[in-house]
Nanobody, 124 residues
């Protein structure tokens, strides 16, 4: 029911910044938690960050991105963001947007919807 589309990926040098966006539509339950996952070459998809329904709601980050990435959302625009600063080559991955009934469900890898992904490449 929820359709998610990511954008904003690209190529950046180590230490640079990118902001990813995810727009949501077609959902019957608007109060979903939303988050970001990523899948690096040769690796499984991993959790990055999650935010609850309200703009200043509960937020959790995976340890590798703490202090560098910031997740936020604009419910009026049905849009989720991921501001990525001080990027490292290890951050290179396809980044996926996700939506779920709770932050816990998203963190656990059980969202109700996934986006198609956007590529982030960080050069050294």
């Amino acid at each position: 029911q929820v359709q998610l589309v990511e954008s904003g990926g690209g190529l950046v040098q180590a230490g640079g910044s990118l902001r990813l966006s995810c727009t949501a539509s077609g959902r019957t339950f608007s109060n979903y938690a939303m988050g970001w996952f990523r899948q690096a070459p040769g690796k499984e998809r991993e959790f990055v960050a999650v935010i609850s329904y309200v703009n200043d709601g509960t937020i959790y980050y995976a340890d590798p991105v703490k202090g560098r990435f910031t997740i936020s959302r604009d419910n009026a625009k049905n849009t989720l963001y991921l501001q990525m600063n001080n990027l490292k080559p290890e951050d290179t991955a396809i980044y996926y947007c996700a939506a779920g009934s709770s932050s816990g469900a998203v963190v656990a890898g059980s969202p109700s919807s996934w986006g198609q992904g956007t590529q982030v490449t960080v050069s050294s």
